[in-house]
């Protein structure tokens, strides 16, 4: 939603946003629009008692944007006390809001979320729905594609890329990632240095990466191998390593405890390239389908194409990268969470916080 769509939608529709008794609002432009002054200036009363705000407009749900907006309110605020600094969008997720909140900002969200607390003012409404959620678009920046360019540019995080550049290193067409990278850039994650693209905060972006991933969209198929344990089942795929028709990586929790051991599991995903090596493996490993007790999942990722962006071998299996384990895994039920987070601190932090 563009900020027009955004304020209009505030102005006519006040009194379903915030169904408050003798609440009154009023927003103008801000005339003076200086480097450093907020998008908006409002008046809200209730019942006569009134304040003066600066409004900063996320239209867009990335996480550096919204940084960037808190960054300038706060500045704002500090040159001029006397006026409420306030973020306005369509939705505002629980983590967003609370960020608003540590950061002394005040919010008004079109899905009826709100937080003023401002010289006998308060208003607070919270736990309202997402009313505009996101299209997910399938060549948006988060697409399988598309995601070769934000791996490709954590892993060169100093470094500054031309569209062509980038193009040849992803090997996609020069078009789709010029479209991508100015959509990076619109988002917060990208800066521009002339012609070339450099990435600005690796953190938003894979926050906001893990929240669009659904790990879900995958096409599985769970087996039954007869083993003792995972460990069993993985010397079993070493074992068919030397057929060179079979393209995998393990993933999830295999994998992770392959490159930073944590916690226990009781399945092996198992990412395919093909049907063929869905086959392969069925007669190779001895696997029976079932419908529940599964310990084997053979998987064809969502991400078809970027899955496998440097997957590397270690103890003689191939295992894909410590960001895609950390995509499948963080909102993955069965200790995920805890082991993405264990991931984190151990292999990507340094390459996400330098």
Known sequence: MIEAEIIDGLKNGIGEILPIPGLKLEISPDKKREAGSPDHLASISIDGKGVK??????????????RSKLASLVS???????LVPLILSD???????????????????????????HEGIYIEREGFPDKYPERRLGRGPFSDK?????????????????????????????GFVSRMMRELEIRGYFGKE??????????????????????RKNEEHGYFCLADDPGEILDRLRDVE???SLSYALSFQAGANLVAPHSVYHEVHIYLRDESGRKSLEQRLKLREVERGANVILCHPHYKHSAFHQMHQVDGLWVVSDLQL???????PLRGLEQAEYLYKHRLKKLIEG
Request: glycine share 8%.
């Open 53 to 66: 705000a600066a409004i900063e407009v996320l239209s867009s749900r990335s996480s550096a944007m919204l």
């Open 76 to 82: 704002y605020a500090d040159r001029d006390g006397g």
């Open 91 to 117: 939705y505002l997720s629980k983590e967003k809001r609370e960020e608003c909140k540590g950061a002394g900002i005040s919010f008004i969200d079109l899905s009826g979320n709100a937080y003023i607390s």
């Open 146 to 174: 598309a995601s070769l360019i934000l791996r490709i540019a954590l892993e060169e995080r100093s470094r500054s890329w031309g569209v062509r550049e980038m193009a040849q290193a992803a090997e996609l067409d020069p």
């Open 194 to 215: 002339g012609r070339k693209f450099r990435l600005l905060d690796a953190k938003s972006l894979l926050e906001d990466w893990v929240s669009a991933y659904d790990y």
């Open 242 to 244: 030397g057929d060179k």
């Open 326 to 332: 950390y995509l499948d895994l963080f909102k993955y």
